[in-house]
């Protein structure tokens, strides 16, 4: 059975820094994509930043230069940095890992999400 758990969410001020862990269980983790996304109050689910098992990434155009998604094969961890965090960065953040190696077909499992509140 596959498991996701996110950790590292938080209260942070507006140009803070926030660094989020997933750790994962249940899957042969090296050949799984992984991504973030986020869900603000009242909108929809989006991408924040994802990552193949080749080490390729992809980022939101609004977190660009801002983000980094990164992996830890060894530890079965995808991590997201965040930093000059904005009010705007508020949402809940979901770990997520598909079967494949590449995001661009969707994600397979999820985790149950962590919070994050920028405070302007």
């Known amino acids: 059975q596959v498991q996701l758990v996110e950790s590292g969410g938080g209260l942070v001020q507006a140009g803070g820094s926030l660094r989020l862990s997933c750790k994962t269980s249940?899957?042969?983790?090296?050949?799984?994509?992984m991504g973030w996304y986020r869900q603000a109050p009242g909108k929809q689910r989006e991408l924040v930043a994802a990552?193949?098992?080749?080490?390729?990434?992809n980022y939101a155009d609004s977190v660009k230069g801002r983000f980094t998604i990164s992996r830890d094969n060894a530890e079965n961890t995808v991590y997201l940095q965040m930093n000059s965090l904005k009010p705007e960065d508020t949402a809940v953040y979901y770990c997520?890992?598909?079967?494949?190696?590449?995001?661009?077909?969707?994600?397979?499992?999820w985790g149950k999400g962590t919070l994050v509140t920028v405070s302007s």
């Open positions: 249940g899957s042969i983790f090296s050949i799984n994509a």
């Open positions: 997520a890992l598909a079967r494949r190696s590449t995001w661009i077909f969707g994600m397979d499992y």
């Open positions: 990552i193949s098992s080749a080490g390729n990434t």
